[in-house]
Each structure stands twice: as structure tokens, then as C-alpha cells.
């Protein structure tokens, strides 16, 4: 499951375990590209909490932690920024970020 993210939960959301979000918008084709794949990835692993945020609803947020294109991936552990991509990557680069963050 995929959970949409907001200026109010956050903080709360990333602040415990490994986190991937996905910063989007419903106007970007790339984004729209990787989101069946980001859908997929988290049907497999369910010990990582996956979250989006439409940066046209909270630019506030895309600014607060650099997001200068879309779509970026962010992953956290513990409320800590590990890694992140940018752009359309494929299932398998997703895969070893999150095997990574799970070490």
C-alpha cells in the first residue's frame, strides 16, 4: 500500500523504520512511468513504508528536501535521508536502494 503523505503527517510518517516516497505530479509522464513500478515494489516487500507527495499540493515540502525535478525518490531510515534517485529508474535499482536501506 501506498500512502499519500502531507504537510501534517509527515513527520510522523518518516520519523520511525525505512521510508521510500516518491515526490510526483499527476502532470509528469516520467512520474507516471514509475509509478506501476513503485506499486509493484511495494506489493513485495512490506517492511518499508511507500509514500507519495504531489508536489503541486505541497511545494513547501518538495523544496524543504531539495526537490528540484520530478519524479525524485527519497529513502529514509529513522527520519534520515540515506539515498534518493531521480528520474525513471527501474525495479531493480528501486530493489537495491531499499536492500541497502534495510542493512
Known amino acids: 500500500m501506498i500512502i499519500e503523505l502531507t504537510?501534517?503527517?509527515?513527520?510522523?510518517?518518516?520519523?520511525?523504520g525505512a521510508v521510500l516516497?516518491?515526490?510526483?505530479a499527476p502532470w509528469?509522464?516520467?512520474?507516471?512511468?514509475?509509478?506501476?513500478?513503485?506499486?509493484?515494489?511495494?506489493k513485495e516487500i512490506t517492511?518499508?513504508?511507500?509514500?507519495k507527495i504531489n508536489v503541486d499540493d505541497f511545494p513547501e515540502l518538495a523544496?524543504?528536501?531539495?526537490?528540484?525535478s520530478i519524479p525524485t525518490l527519497k529513502f529514509y531510515k529513522d527520519g534520515a535521508e540515506v539515498d534518493s534517485?531521480?528520474?525513471?529508474?527501474?525495479?531493480?535499482?528501486?530493489?537495491?536502494?531499499?536492500?541497502?536501506?534495510l542493512a
Request: with cysteine.
Open 7 to 16: 504537510d501534517k503527517n509527515y513527520e510522523e510518517k518518516i520519523s520511525k
Open 63 to 68: 523544496g524543504k528536501h531539495g526537490v528540484m
Open 21 to 24: 516516497i516518491d515526490f510526483w
Open 28 to 42: 509528469c509522464g516520467p512520474c507516471n512511468i514509475l509509478a506501476p513500478v513503485i506499486e509493484e515494489v511495494a
Open 85 to 101: 534517485s531521480i528520474g525513471v529508474v527501474s525495479k531493480n535499482v528501486i530493489l537495491k536502494k531499499l536492500e541497502q536501506l
Open 47 to 51: 517492511n518499508v513504508i511507500f509514500a
